[in-house]
Structures are given as C-alpha cells and as structure tokens.
C-alpha cells in the first residue's frame, strides 16, 4: 500500500462521520427558547449576547452556569415503563423459577423452559408497565453547550428516557 491509498482510505470514513458531528449542536440562544439553567431555573430567553443571557428573570453570566438545557416538547415513559416492567417481571419469576428448579428439575430442558418462562413474564410485565408509562408526560430537556464554558459538563435530568 503506498502513500496515496494509505490517505484515500480514511476519507469514506471521515466523510460519513462529520455530517452527524455538524448537526448534532443545539442553540439555546434564540429569544422565545425556553431554558433551563443549572437544572432549577426555567424561563424564557429574551436577547443573548457573549457573557451571558438575558432571561424573563433578569441577566445570568454565562460563568454563572452550570448546566444549560432547551426545552425539547413532552415525552411519555412508554420505554422506562416497559424496562422497568421487564426487569421485575423476569428478575421476579427468574429467582422464583431458580428456587424452584433447584429443588424438583432434573435435566437441563427444565432450565431452559424456567429461563424461557422468565422471559415471557418479563414480556408479558414490560407490556403492562409501557401502558402505564405512556399515560405519564414529561418535559424533554436537551443539553446544549454553555458558550465560553466547558464543553464538558455533569449531566443529571434530561431527557425522560
């Protein structure tokens, strides 16, 4: 392989990265967003310059800030509500089934049919626990970069899934 192919080589894969880098920021500086500051904090942009925002509040310095998220819409829990019913239906009949089997299965086939039965209660759970979830909203919270900040930050709350 000489030099030429050794540098055409990584272009398909740098071609295809970059596009989802590109898109992947958020502005949270548009007046009429609705942020959230530092998690606590909710209201409404009015005019953004480079040390901080103007908010429906008063003025917060960007230096000030230790988190910054736009409101993304409403979201329901269908998916948290289906892993959680998942996870205790099958966690649930798993040890039920483990006990059980160690006390009366003989073959490997009764292990099997145990692990099998676990996942279909966990099915069966996680079905039930989506219905519930979907009948819960909650606010979508995107993280967005604090201009002259850490790119870098501690993330808690967010998005609902």
Request: with cysteine.
């Given at each position: ?37 530092s ?69 490997a ?13 966990g ?29 870098l ?9």
């Amino acid at each position: 392989m000489d030099v030429v192919d050794r540098l055409k080589f990584p272009l398909p894969l740098a071609s295809s990265v970059f596009p989802f880098l590109a898109v992947g920021a958020i502005s949270a500086q548009q007046p009429g967003d609705t942020v959230r500051v530092s998690g606590e904090q909710v209201s409404v942009v009015v005019e953004a310059d480079s040390a901080g925002l103007l908010l429906s509040f008063g003025y917060v310095p960007y230096a000030e800030m230790q988190l910054l998220e736009v409101w993304g819409g409403t979201g329901n829990h269908t998916r948290r509500g289906f892993k959680y019913g998942f996870m205790a239906g099958a966690i649930a009949t798993g040890v039920f089934t483990a006990l059980l089997c160690s006390a009366y299965c003989g073959s490997a086939s009764d292990y099997v049919i145990a692990l099998a039965m676990s996942v279909g209660v966990g099915l069966v759970a996680g079905v039930i626990g989506s219905i519930i979830g979907s009948a819960f909203d909650a606010d979508i919270w995107n993280p967005v970069p604090i201009p002259g900040g850490l790119s870098l930050r501690w993330h808690h709350g967010g998005s609902p899934w």
